[in-house]
């Protein structure tokens, strides 16, 4: 079995590789690229750059991206559909290692939050090896020096699509990923703080803190500017009730 990593490469560029992770680049053989579209040719060319300053003697395989359905009826059974069909794309691509060949893939931020790479190749004959990275939390909450957590509390960690559904009395910290629409902006609740921030760990990054209700509205107008300005948006947020 051909050995793979999947390495954590951080939220933002090569400043935010580990150590561990630039000495798992250089013994890489093949990289294994994954195309998501011209939104994330800026996103491709940050691997492109950890490569070319890590690796040693590499190839690269570019693995098409299998279109998904962003609407379906059923949410869970779609993902796994379209998992199916990537595992089998991956594994089209991974038959181009020879035999005793290290494999890589290069995953945004840590390979265990909200990333379906791990879950992909757990259905093929490989084995895997993972470097962790620095998550796009972590660059959060560095970036506007906070502790995640209050004294002895939890913290709940969720998508845009469920934030409206999951919200409630019980949740005081709640960190909001993979949210394009702002959905923070739906609650109608006084009392509540926001810790916000777009490409964070790169030199674009954007930061912005507040009362929700004060700087919601300033904060709606920014990241629609940010996104037309680039073209495309990566923000976190953490809602804190007072
Ligand atoms: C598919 S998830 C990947 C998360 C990643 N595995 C991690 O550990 O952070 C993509 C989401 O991560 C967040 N994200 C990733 N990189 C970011 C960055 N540089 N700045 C802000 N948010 C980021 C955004 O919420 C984005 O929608």
New binding site residues.
Partial sequence: MNQIFVI?IG??GVDQLTVQATRALASVDVFFVLDKGDATADLVAVRSEMIRLYAGRHRVVDIPEVPRDRQPADYAAAVLTWHDARAAVYETALAQLAPGEVGAFL?????????STLRILDRLPVEITVIP?????A??TAAHRIVLHRIGESVHITTGRRLLAEWGPELNDVV?????HLTCLQIAESGLDIYW??????AD?ALLSGSLAEVGAELAILRAELKQRKGWI???YLIRRR
């Fill in positions: 954590g939220p933002g995953v945004w931020g840590d390979p265990a939050l909200y990333d990275g620095v998550t796009s939390v660059a959060l909001v990923m993979l949210d394009s921030g777009a490409y964070l760990g790169t990054e990566m923000d976190t």
